[in-house]
C-alpha cells in the first residue's frame, strides 16, 4: 500500500511543479486548429464519398 501512496504522492508533485501547462491563449489556439483541421478532413472525406458514390452509381447504371 505504502508503493501506492509513493507512486501518487509523486505524480502529484511532478504534475504541479515539473509539468510545463500551455496558457489559455495557447489552448484556444490549438483547439481552433484542431476544430479547422477536423472540418476540413471531414470535408474531404464527404467529397471523396459523393465522388465514390456517383462514380459506382455511373458504373452499375452503364449494365442495365
Not at 504534475?15 to 510545463?20: L, Q, S
Not at 491563449?25 to 471531414?42: N, P
Request: proline share 2%.
Amino acid at each position: 500500500m505504502s508503493k501506492l501512496t509513493n507512486y501518487f504522492r509523486e505524480t502529484t508533485e511532478e504534475m504541479r511543479y515539473k509539468v510545463t501547462w500551455p496558457s489559455f491563449e495557447e489552448l484556444q489556439k490549438s483547439a481552433g486548429l484542431v476544430l479547422i483541421g477536423s472540418l476540413v478532413f471531414a470535408a474531404v472525406v464527404g467529397l471523396m464519398d459523393i465522388i465514390f458514390k456517383t462514380g459506382l452509381e455511373a458504373f452499375y447504371n452503364s449494365f442495365r
